[in-house]
């Protein structure tokens, strides 16, 4: 089989969860015999040789729609369907909380494809976008879709119930590279009251709320990673508000990750909205303890091996840092990890949502 991966145009320009996750599945799939190319919505491309295509990121249906209709080619979608309306709606200043609290979800989400093309040169090129809205453009690629990849149950739930979709599913966990972050020749010492913190930063990722629940503690904050490019003003809010126990460093590249991960106690991904956190992943096979945001699916994939704080509010992730802190660490989740959110694991389950879709009996299922 061979199938075509068609991803954002700034999959790798603006370094995502998503970049990784494409990278990683395609590489595992080869490893299965599949044949997978990488192209990028915005890059010409023949289809001719697919026989199918696989598309990422629901949340961008103008990216999925042009190529949809252009090839004709049965496709399924890596949802990755996160809900940042809540985030957007307190969060935001000025004229862009207005707008978020006067308009839906939906109409937001169109303003900002407008405004990333504006600003960021990233072309809407499915007028069925334009014309339709963002709404019947989601409803139309999810219904059109042959499968759904989401990454949990609880993230396809949650899209059927915002969208009134009823595509059949097949869940795909995300993973990590568990020889790449189980490696051993990493020798260091675990300090018990370092804080870590691996994400983009923007507003989404919420590090201002936790320099906020950490400032002049007797925690050692270390935040890694580069500001998206449209939150540099937040990515400055958030170094004016630190104080001398909050350290920042930039992008990090995976196979230097593991250094950190294995010197600190706790890593806290305090978001708005998670289907997961590839960062909480590759923590805890590294022995740190998770704090993790409430919202989103986080829970399928944790449980009750991690500690749940609220993103929106500074003491609630305080008090979840505290006790991590003081915990040993949780041994069921690297078990987890290991046995089930693992990148060939993630490429075995796409491998079987794809012969599903070449043999499809159109029968509804439940992933």
Known sequence: MKVLFIAR???????????????NTAAGLRALGVEVDIKLTHEPMDYGPYQLLHFFNIIRPADIL???????????????????????????????RLVTNLLSRDAVEYLKSLARWIRNGERIQSATYLLWGHRAAVRKVARHAALLLPNSH????????????????HV??????TRLFGREDVSVE?????????????GKKNQLNLIRA???????LMIVGKPAPNHLSYNEACRREAAANIRFVDFVAQEHLVRYYQQAAVHVLASWNETCGLSSLEAAYNGCNLVITDKG???EYFEDDAWYCDPSDPDSIRKAVESAAAAPFCERIRQRVQEKFNWP???????????????????????
Request: with cysteine.
């Open 190 to 202: 675990r300090n018990p009251l370092l804080v870590l913190c691996v994400a983009r930063i923007e």
């Open 66 to 96: 042009v190529h949809a209709q252009r090839s004709q080619k049965p496709y399924v979608v890596s949802t990755i369907y996160v809900d940042f309306s809540e985030y957007e709606r307190t969060e935001r200043r000025g004229f862009a």
């Open 172 to 177: 795909v966990y995300n993973g990590i590279d």
């Open 154 to 169: 609880s993230e396809y739930h949650r899209l059927q119930q915002d969208y009134g979709i009823d595509t059949s599913y």
């Open 214 to 220: 950490l400032n002049n503690t007797r925690f050692q």
């Open 9 to 23: 145009s700034t999959l790798y320009t603006v370094y995502g969860g998503d970049t990784v996750q494409v990278e």
């Open 345 to 367: 694991h993630a490429a075995e389950e796409t491998w079987k949502a794809y012969k599903r879709v070449c043999g499809n009996s159109g029968e509804k299922t439940s992933g």
């Open 297 to 299: 699916d986080t829970r």
